[in-house]
């Protein structure tokens, strides 16, 4: 299950790399990219839109494998792309056909931690984070030895689709039906408090990853050598601290690894906006990493096991909350950067931090230190044999 969701990394990765090559040849400015990108979060939101009719028809197993293997042609059209409706083609299938994916590969883990009464979420959650690691150094590898783009895709696409082959019957012997008895509801005041807090955390590290540099560079005027050092702090951060949550879930029990990490996101986005250099500010990206890091496997494993809501209305409501703060955090940051400063933009985070830490304190879904065990509807039975 982890390759799973170090697949979706390790292509998304490449594709970052690509996107100033696309941009170019494309003729792209900064404004028509920005505006095209945002085909992938509206292709992610029309599948909240069709998750639970898609799952209520077709196996979790059957989806992880031809919808992995689907993701992966998509990208190769998509850096290979000749024109600039076939790119916006293939970012709004890549938005649609990753969201689902996420749902079949979260509802699995969430099946599999009921029925050995052991977490897992963490720990594919840190795959994730493995695989972007992997991906982006992989790409200036390739680059160094002049490989362009359009070929490393391929040649990651490639290495996926035999891994997915090689193990396709482990796949499609996850047979749930993931029933769903009606189409997506107005979630209720405690669901869209699970909301709210993805969607701040998703806006924590949407803004990092896209501000972070440019306040090190712009604001504490650091070297170009430098700049990347927030991000990568943050980002090794998140994926050690994923790797060791499951463990740190079970001990402290979900309310309080939320709340605490809430409040050490809080912390470290204080230390950037009051750091006095760029080693200070530095460790505060370090620190909202840490904060970061087990929320949003938290709420995954929380939003699966929601009374009298189904695991994909679940995932839907909780990760629409994550896909608005993710597709507005950046721009909302730019826009107050704008008109006062960078540093006012982080300052908003702070709050929204601390914010969340209230809700998740009054939230009655985010349980202790043992998983929940409800009633899962399936129209065919779990294969024992798979494990």
Not at 342 to 349: M, Q, R, V
Request: with cysteine; net charge positive.
């Amino acid at each position: 299950m982890g390759f799973n969701f170090c697949t979706s990394s390790l292509l998304f990765g490449t594709w970052v790399a690509a996107i100033p090559t696309v941009k170019d040849r494309m003729g792209f400015t900064d404004g028509s990219l920005g505006l095209s990108l945002l085909l992938s979060p509206l292709g992610a939101l029309t599948g909240v839109a069709l998750s639970t009719k898609v799952f209520s028809r077709i196996p979790v197993g059957t989806w992880m494998y031809f919808g992995y293997t689907t993701l992966c042609l998509i990208m190769i059209a998509e850096i290979n792309s000749v024109n600039r409706v076939m790119l916006w083609l293939c970012l709004y299938c890549f938005g649609l056909i990753s969201f689902l994916n996420g749902v079949s590969s979260n509802a699995t883990v969430n099946i599999m931690e009921k029925k050995y009464g052991r977490r897992m979420m963490s720990t594919c959650h840190g795959m994730y984070s493995l695989g972007g690691w992997i991906s982006s150094g992989l790409a200036a590898a390739l680059f160094a030895f002049h490989i362009v783009s359009g070929w490393q895709i391929v040649l990651v696409a490639a290495v996926i689709i035999f891994i997915l082959y090689r193990n396709k019957n482990h796949l499609v012997a996850n047979t749930d039906i993931i029933q769903s008895k009606s189409g997506l509801k107005f979630p209720s005041l405690t669901i869209l408090g699970i909301s709210f807090i993805c969607m701040v955390v998703f806006m924590a590290e949407g803004c990092v990853a896209d501000w972070s540099a440019i306040y090190l560079k712009e604001t504490l005027h650091s070297s170009k050598a430098l700049v990347s050092l927030g991000y990568f702090g943050f980002s090794a951060a998140m994926t050690v601290g994923r790797f060791n949550g499951d463990n740190l879930i079970a001990k402290l029990g979900s309310k309080k690894v939320v709340i605490g990490g809430g409040s050490l996101a809080a912390l470290g986005f204080a230390t950037v906006v009051i750091a006095p250099s760029v080693s200070i500010a530095i460790l505060g990206y370090i620190l909202v990493g840490c904060g970061c890091c087990c929320i949003v496997p938290v709420l995954f494993s929380a939003s699966a096991n929601i009374p009298g809501v189904s695991t994909v209305e679940g995932f839907a409501m909780v990760t629409t909350g994550g896909l608005i703060g993710f597709l507005t955090g950046p721009s909302l940051i730019g826009f107050i950067s704008e008109k006062i400063n960078l540093s006012a933009g982080f300052s908003l985070l702070i709050l929204l931090a601390l914010a969340a830490v209230v809700v998740a304190w009054q939230n009655k879904f985010l349980g202790g230190k043992k998983i929940d065990t409800p009633a899962i509807t399936k129209q065919v039975q779990y294969d024992e044999q798979l494990y």
